[in-house]
């Protein structure tokens, strides 16, 4: 056996118990989510379904919120049509279309929101046009915030909503998030710097994720969770799972889908690492 060979041998069982340890995790996860997106209560639904956003290219997330379209609760509409535009779901513009005639506003705006995030522009902006100029009347003081925002940068700049539609750009928690932080929190920084720290290479700044996903803050929790996951970083995956256990369901199914995504990116780097441990296993011999 090559030097190559002994040292793949040696590694084996260490790769094997993490492996395990990750499909552990996911099938967890997993099952906190299934159960949440066919539970009784109308706030499980939605919380699972927003979850799901983080999950892109996978099937069943996909289905998940697809069948949430058509949940006779709109708040777990709104999460569907949300999360399929953060899935960048381009499959879901006939779905998302279609929840443009929902008799609910706010499920309509979320639709709206995502067709524009799949760049189906012109639907998106002929929903905002009726809004604005009134052609859909609606009594819904949230949805008259949203205008009101819509028209002051300086607003929107200080609470890191996104464009003014009306969605916060962390954890897909949308308009409780906003309630929430226009009472107790009218700034909240903390948790726009998580979302906008995903993507910084620098490690301390993953050491400062992860140390944010035990703030006392839920929404700086599930901010930090979702920002984590966006990193793609597999080995933060044991960081992200005491999220399981929070107290606030918002961020467990945050954690979960966050675990699912970077399990499956674990899973990718592995045949990556296949591939090439033969390719150099064959160079080795053909010496």
């Known amino acids: 056996m090559t030097i190559l060979g002994l040292a793949w041998a040696a590694l084996l069982p260490f790769r094997t118990q993490a492996a395990n340890d990750s499909e552990a995790g996911t099938r967890k996860a997993w099952d906190m989510l299934d159960t949440a997106a066919a539970s009784r209560k109308t706030g499980e639904r939605a919380d699972s379904i927003r979850a799901l956003g983080l999950l892109r290219n996978d099937v069943h997330a996909r289905n998940l919120a697809r069948h949430a379209l058509e949940d006779p609760k709109p708040e777990v509409r709104v999460a569907g049509a949300t999360a399929l ?26 639709a709206a929101h ?18 604005l100029t009134g052609a859909r009347k609606s009594n ?15 607003e929107l700049a200080k609470i890191g909503f996104s464009e003014g539609i009306g969605l ?22 903390r948790a726009v710097a998580a979302s906008f720290l995903a993507h910084d290479p620098d490690p301390a700044t993953a050491a400062a994720l992860v140390k944010a996903t035990h703030d006392k803050n ?4 599930a901010a930090a969770i979702e920002a984590i996951a966006e990193r793609e970083d597999p080995s933060l995956q044991p960081k992200v799972e005491p999220g399981f256990a929070d107290r606030n369901a918002r ?4 954690a979960a889908a966050a675990v699912i995504r970077l399990s499956s990116v674990a899973d990718g780097q592995k045949e990556k690492d296949k591939e090439a441990d033969k390719s150099a296993a064959a160079h080795s011999s053909a010496k």
């Open 168 to 189: 916060v750009p962390f954890a897909g928690i949308g308009w409780e998030a906003y309630r929430t932080m226009h009472k107790k929190d009218p700034n909240p920084v």
């Open 251 to 254: 961020v467990r199914y945050t």
């Open 140 to 154: 819904d003081g949230l949805i008259a915030q949203q205008l009101k925002t819509l028209h002051n940068p300086k």
């Open 114 to 131: 995502s067709l524009r995030d799949l760049k189906d522009d012109s639907s998106a902006y002929a929903i905002y046009f009726d809004v």
């Open 85 to 110: 535009g953060q899935m960048r779901c381009t499959e879901s513009i006939p779905w998302l279309r279609k929840v443009l005639s929902d008799g609910k506003l706010p499920v309509v705006m979320a």
């Open 218 to 221: 839920w929404i700086v929790r």
